[in-house]
């Protein structure tokens, strides 16, 4: 498909478009006309990341340095999808008060990844003060695995929240999480408790393969083992341990 360059801002700002290989043509196509036509490269690199293309997105913006700058966030976003995310952190964090939700996000879960969970625990408490009802779900879910790897590593002073509320043992993600963190800070009974309703409410998703859910569960059950042998519950600790598939 053809496209006049004319038509490539229109292109950039609908981020979202479907046909994302139409996209990446149509940049290609401006492309070939002009190669340093710095808008066409940014469409590229942007449908490549839609396409799952990190490796040829980040080639985009080795190739073209200047997008680095007028393009930080898909640069930072790119970064962190190709296993750089101390760099990630880098180009994100580079003045972030001022910056959209979307380079928080970046910057928070670049943060996470390069173990960086003190800054990560800041940003993510920052994106819930400014408030987002969209969002709520998934920066709670990001908020407790954070505060649990705080725990892990001996900085439990700077966790959000010590205890798990009711409404974080009513989904499975932040309900292991706040297993986690109890298991992290030796609350043996209390990480029971949120494990077994982790399992509860894994089992309970309508829109989990029974494959997916097994894969989640395992090491579920393998921290339940660990929390009865630590409470002394031996008997129930080797029951347990014969219904999971070590060899596999």
Known sequence: MAASIKSLPALLAQATIDDHEESLQAANAAIKKSKTNTQA??????????????????????????????????????????????????????????AA?????????????????AQASRVYQELANQG??????????????????????????????KKPAREDLDVF???????????????????EICLKRAIDRCNEVEDMSDAEKKAEILPMKVQQIYILT??????????L??????TE
């Not at 341990?241 to 070590?246: G, M, S, Y």
């Open 173 to 191: 993600e932040t309900a292991y999480n706040a297993a986690c963190a109890s298991i992290a800070r030796g609350e043996f009974a209390q990480g």
């Open 132 to 161: 987002a009802e969209n969002e709520e779900y998934d920066i709670r879910i990001n908020s407790g695995a954070t505060d649990a790897q705080l725990e892990w590593f001996g900085q439990g002073e700077l966790a959000q929240k």
């Open 241 to 246: 341990a014969a219904t999971v598939p070590f």
């Open 230 to 239: 630590q409470m002394g519950k031996i008997d129930e600790a080797e029951q």
């Open 41 to 98: 490269h940014h469409v590229r690199a942007v449908a490549l990341l839609h396409l799952d293309r990190f490796d040829d997105a980040l080639k985009v913006f080795e190739d073209q340095k200047e997008l680095q700058e007028t393009a930080r966030f898909h640069y930072a976003y790119t970064l962190y999808k190709t296993g750089n995310a101390a760099k990630a952190v880098e180009i994100a964090g580079a003045g972030i008060e001022n």
């Open 101 to 117: 939700r979307g380079m928080k996000h970046v910057l928070a879960q670049a943060a996470y990844r390069s173990e960086n969970f």
